[in-house]
T-cell receptor, first 114, second 113 residues
Framework: DTAVSQTPKYLVTQMGNDKSIKCEQNLGHDTMYWYKQDSKKFLKIMFSYNNKELIINETVPNRFSPKSPDKAHLNLHINSLELGDSAVYFC?????????????FGPGTRLTVL | DQQVKQNSPSLSVQEGRISILNCDYTNSMFDYFLWYKKYPAEGPTFLISISSIKDKNEDGRFTVFLNKSAKHLSLHIVPSQPGDSAVYFCAASISGSARQLTFGSGTQLTVLP
């Protein structure tokens, strides 16, 4: 009964490969996010979807493409992986009308690009 | 350009004492502030929040103070417990900005038994 789940938890791959990270939330939220935690430990927003529509798209390379098949899922596909993509990626969700703006996070996916 | 800063990467406190974690921000448009707690190999979990119309919010052992003029907020934990040992992230948002959170870099709190 995990609220926000991500798969896989760990991902080790070679430079140049294409990989996907999946995210699902069972909280009934209408907004989902992808964050990247870099080596300096900052959590930076990458994308946000509200009701399957893209509402935030920070300066992220085109190699990163989010896909939201429905409100409960927001997957992240990464093409032509580079060394600098190594990081922990967190998915999160929230309810847009929630004044507290509380976002619920998944456990993270540690991506290592060799 | 770090709009939310946590200048102390780590803090150690004795069990039972008060822990004070600090956060500074530069963007005066921020009007909502949150604290998240993160254990290793887990995602951040929401702890407490405060709106800019308030200067204090309390929830059990946790109290957040906001000083708008100084663009500073702090999280007080009292009494501190060993289970509080975690990384604490400060985050800020602007109303109507699609709920985008801007995070600080975190402070590792260690509560010593």
């Amino acid at each position: 009964d995990t609220a926000v789940s991500q798969t896989p938890k760990y991902l080790v791959t070679q430079m140049g490969n294409d990989k996907s990270i999946k995210c699902e939330q069972n909280l009934g939220h209408d907004t989902m996010y992808w964050y990247k935690q870099d080596s300096k430990k900052f959590l930076k927003i990458m994308f946000s979807y509200n009701n399957k529509e893209l509402i935030i798209n920070e300066t992220v390379p085109n190699r990163f493409s989010p896909k939201s098949p429905d409100k409960a899922h927001l997957n992240l596909h990464i093409n032509s992986l580079e060394l600098g993509d190594s990081a922990v990626y967190f998915c999160a969700s929230s309810q847009a009308r929630d004044l507290n703006n509380e976002q619920f996070f998944g456990p993270g996916t540690r991506l290592t690009v060799l | 350009d770090q709009q939310v800063k946590q200048n102390s990467p780590s803090l150690s406190v004795q069990e039972g004492r008060i822990s004070i974690l600090n956060c500074d921000y530069t963007n005066s448009m921020f009007d909502y502030f949150l604290w998240y707690k993160k254990y290793p190999a887990e995602g951040p979990t929401f702890l407490i929040s405060i709106s800019s119309i308030k200067d204090k919010n309390e929830d059990g052992r946790f109290t957040v103070f906001l000083n708008k003029s100084a663009k500073h907020l702090s999280l007080h934990i009292v009494p501190s417990q060993p289970g509080d040992s975690a990384v604490y992230f400060c985050a800020a948002s602007i109303s109507g900005s699609a709920r985008q959170l801007t995070f600080g870099s975190g402070t590792q709190l260690t509560v010593l038994p």
